[in-house]
C-alpha cells in the first residue's frame, strides 16, 4: 500500500515553545490530508482537514491559531503546535488520502509531551 | 447523530469464539468503506475494504448494506492476537471519517 511518513515521532518539549509536525506522502498525491489527536485510552478525534492549497476545515473545539496547518503541496502537510503547554501532551496521527477511492493512508504518529 | 457510530464496547470474548462488529453511518452518499485495525498506541492500519457483494479474508468478513446504511465485520475463530480496537471508516468527497471503534478483547 501507500506510504505515508510523519515525523517526528516523538518529541518532548518545553512549555510555551512550538512544535511542528510533517506528514508526506511518499508515492501518490495527497488530495486531502487528516490530522487527528488520541489521547490515552479514547479514540482518534479528529482535528482538521486539510485540501492542497487550500485553508484548513477545523472541527468544533480546535483552536486554529493554536494548531496551524499548512498543506502547501500535494505529499506534504505540517501540524504546528504553538505555545504548547501541557495539556497538549497527546499522540497526534496524520492520514492521507488521494482522489480515487482508496483508503486512507496514516502515518506512524507522533507522541508529544509537554514538560 | 453522528456521521459514522460504532458500540465502543468492549466485547471481551474467548478464543475461538464467533465476534461480529457493526457500524452505521448517516451520508447515504459515501462512496467507500473500510475497517481499519488500531493497537494500543500505534497507528491505525487497514484490515479490509468492505463492498455490497461482501469481502473475505481468512477469518475475517466484511459486509456493506447500503440500503440501511451499516456494514459489518465478522471475525472467526477468534485469536489471542485479534485483541485490538476495530474502526470503521467512511469516505465520501474529500472526506474520511472514522467510528469511535470497537474494543475487542479476546480471552485465552
Known amino acids: 500500500g501507500a506510504v505515508v511518513s510523519q515525523h517526528p515521532s516523538w518529541v518532548i518539549c518545553k512549555s510555551g515553545t512550538s512544535v511542528k509536525i510533517e506528514c508526506r506522502s511518499l508515492d501518490f498525491q495527497a488530495t486531502t490530508m487528516f490530522w487527528y489527536r488520541q489521547f490515552p485510552k479514547q479514540s482518534l478525534m479528529l482535528m482538521a482537514t486539510s485540501n492542497e492549497g487550500s485553508k484548513a476545515t477545523y472541527e468544533q473545539g480546535v483552536e486554529k491559531d493554536k494548531f496551524l496547518i499548512n498543506h502547501a503541496s500535494l505529499t506534504l502537510s505540517t501540524l504546528t503546535v504553538t505555545s504548547a503547554h501541557p495539556e497538549d501532551s497527546s499522540f497526534y496521527i496524520c492520514?492521507?488520502?488521494?482522489?480515487?477511492?482508496?483508503?486512507?493512508?496514516f502515518g506512524q504518529g507522533t507522541r508529544l509531551t509537554v514538560v | 447523530r453522528k456521521e459514522v457510530e460504532q458500540d465502543p464496547g468492549p466485547f471481551n470474548v474467548p478464543e475461538g469464539a464467533t465476534v461480529a462488529f457493526n457500524c452505521t453511518y448517516s451520508?447515504?452518499?459515501?462512496?467507500?468503506f473500510f475497517w481499519y485495525r488500531q493497537d494500543c498506541r500505534k497507528e491505525p492500519k487497514l484490515l479490509m475494504s468492505?463492498?455490497?457483494s461482501g469481502n473475505e479474508d481468512g477469518r475475517f468478513t466484511a459486509q456493506l448494506n447500503r440500503a440501511s446504511q451499516y456494514i459489518s465485520l465478522l471475525i472467526r475463530d477468534s485469536k489471542l492476537s485479534d485483541s485490538a480496537t476495530y474502526l470503521c471508516?467512511?469516505?465520501?468527497?474529500?472526506?474520511?471519517?472514522f467510528g469511535i471503534g470497537t474494543k475487542l478483547q479476546v480471552i485465552p
Open positions: 468492505v463492498y455490497s
Open positions: 492520514s492521507a488520502s488521494g482522489r480515487r477511492n482508496t483508503e486512507a493512508f
Open positions: 471508516v467512511v469516505k465520501g468527497y474529500q472526506k474520511v471519517t
Open positions: 451520508n447515504s452518499a459515501s462512496q467507500s
